[in-house]
């Protein structure tokens, strides 16, 4: 039996032989239907459809879809004191991306900043060796296709090595997670933080909504629990969700800029 792929969100289910009803992640408010109706695919179908774009994104090699699928989020490959990290997935595996990302050490841990980016994350492990998948507990309820390859972490900061730590973010979903990597790959740090706060057009900002595609803003108080959970944290780069969407270079100072900007924006 097949396991269906959401065409609008890129989520992949469980196996089925017919379609899902429903789409619980797009029928949630930070989503949507598409405007033709749910609509599904399969892995084959879309490799059919769509290549693996391998390409370097400010220094680290990333991996998506091509043409766009989905929300066309890429992820990102780090090599790390913490083992080798697939961080965020798409839905889309290709023997071309696996070769790929064996040629440069492998994989030992996906890690996924929240349900908008798990997609096809057990077909990835399962291609990639059986690797375990690293997600936070709160998002538990959105895993669509359950794996014993699945782990679950709670609290709000979770360090994997001297160099690596995962922290809650919190905001867009209660389990938004953030990758910090202290020495990479640039000097001064770099945080990889999903959408939990999204790096926006202008490259010197970053944003932070309850629901991207529908506008909704995050709760101030929501916000300012993030402040204070990345607080202690320094970092240079700040690598958004898609391509190109990255902050190289003072870093921090955007953050910072941004959470006064939005805080003073909703006080007014």
Same mark, same amino acid.
């Given at each position: 039996?097949?396991? /269906?792929?959401?065409?609008?969100?890129?989520?992949? +289910?469980?196996?089925?032989?017919?379609?899902?009803?429903?789409?619980?992640?797009?029928?949630?408010?930070?989503? /949507?239907?598409?405007?033709?109706?749910?609509?599904?695919?399969?892995? %084959?179908?879309?490799?059919?459809?769509?290549?693996?774009?391998?390409?370097?994104?400010?220094?680290? #090699?990333?991996?998506?879809?091509?043409?766009?699928?989905?929300?066309?989020?890429?992820?990102?490959?780090?090599?790390?004191?913490?083992?080798?990290?697939?961080? %965020?997935?798409?839905?889309?595996?290709?023997?071309?991306?696996?070769?790929?990302?064996?040629?440069?050490?492998?994989?030992?841990?996906?890690?996924?900043?929240?349900?908008?980016? +798990?997609?096809?994350?057990? %077909?990835?492990?399962?291609?990639?060796?059986?690797?375990? $998948?690293?997600?936070?507990?709160?998002?538990?309820?959105?895993?669509?296709?359950?794996?014993?390859? $699945?782990?679950?972490?709670? &609290?709000?900061?979770?360090?994997?090595?001297?160099?690596?730590?995962?922290?809650?973010?919190?905001?867009?979903?209660? &389990?938004?997670?953030? $990758?910090?990597?202290?020495? &990479?790959?640039?000097?001064?740090?770099?945080?990889?933080?999903?959408?939990?706060?999204?790096?926006?057009?202008?490259?010197?900002?970053?944003?932070?909504?309850?629901? +991207?595609?529908? +506008?909704?803003?995050?709760?101030?108080?929501?916000?300012?629990?993030?402040?204070?959970?990345?607080?202690?944290?320094?970092? %240079?780069?700040?690598?958004?969700?898609?391509?190109?969407?990255?902050? $190289? &270079?003072?870093?921090?100072?955007?953050?910072?800029?941004?959470?006064?900007?939005? #805080?003073?924006?909703?006080?007014?």
């Amino acid at each position: 039996m097949p396991c /269906y792929v959401c065409a609008t969100c890129g989520t992949q +289910y469980a196996e089925t032989a017919a379609p899902p009803a429903h789409c619980p992640i797009c029928e949630d408010d930070r989503q /949507y239907v598409g405007w033709q109706g749910q609509a599904w695919t399969t892995h %084959e179908a879309l490799a059919a459809k769509h290549t693996q774009r391998l390409e370097d994104d400010a220094g680290l #090699l990333g991996i998506g879809l091509s043409p766009d699928f989905a929300i066309n989020q890429r992820a990102l490959h780090l090599r790390t004191d913490a083992g080798n990290l697939l961080w %965020e997935c798409v839905s889309l595996v290709t023997d071309e991306a696996v070769a790929a990302l064996q040629a440069r050490g492998g994989v030992d841990r996906i890690l996924i900043s929240h349900p908008h980016f +798990y997609t096809a994350m057990v %077909e990835w492990s399962e291609a990639l060796g059986g690797v375990p $998948i690293l997600l936070h507990e709160a998002d538990k309820a959105w895993v669509q296709r359950p794996s014993k390859r $699945i782990e679950f972490w709670g &609290g709000d900061t979770l360090a994997l090595s001297n160099d690596v730590t995962l922290i809650r973010c919190g905001g867009h979903f209660p &389990g938004s997670t953030a $990758i910090h990597w202290k020495h &990479g790959p640039r000097p001064g740090g770099t945080l990889l933080p999903g959408d939990a706060l999204q790096v926006v057009f202008d490259r010197r900002h970053v944003t932070f909504m309850y629901s +991207y595609p529908n +506008y909704v803003p995050m709760n101030v108080s929501d916000v300012r629990a993030m402040r204070e959970r990345l607080e202690p944290f320094d970092f %240079e780069d700040v690598y958004g969700y898609t391509w190109g969407r990255n902050i $190289i &270079g003072g870093g921090r100072s955007a953050v910072d800029a941004s959470f006064d900007r939005f #805080l003073l924006a909703a006080a007014a």
